[in-house]
């Protein structure tokens, strides 16, 4: 059974940075695809960035140059920087996994709550 637990969630004011985590369970993490999706109140669950096994990067619009994903295989770790963060960005971050980019998700973490607010 895969399990992601995110991480590094919190409150931040406007402008400010976060860090947050995404520990990976299972074996041969390296060959997923990983994610971050959000999802904020009233709304639909949005993709925020995707890292391949590659380590291809893809962003959505409204992050692209503030927010970063990363990975480490050999600690089975997926990361998401979050810098010059805005209200708007306030949402419950969930990591994923895919087997490739055609696919769907199969694995989704729990969530973490990241609020900006001043």
């Known amino acids: 059974q895969v399990q992601l637990v995110e991480s590094g969630g919190g409150l931040v004011q406007p402008g400010g940075s976060l860090r947050l985590s995404c520990a990976a369970s299972g074996n041969i993490f390296s060959i997923y695809v990983m994610g971050w999706y959000r999802q904020a109140p009233g709304k639909q669950r949005e993709m925020v960035a995707t890292i391949t096994n590659t380590g291809y990067t893809m962003y959505a619009s409204s992050v692209k140059g503030r927010f970063t994903i990363s990975r480490d295989n050999a600690k089975n770790m997926v990361y998401l920087q979050m810098n010059s963060l805005k209200p708007e960005d306030t949402a419950v971050y969930y990591c994923?996994?895919?087997?490739?980019?055609?696919?769907?998700?199969?694995?989704w973490g729990q969530g973490t709550q990241v609020t900006v607010s001043s």
């Open positions: 994923n996994r895919r087997q490739n980019l055609q696919e769907v998700v199969d694995y």
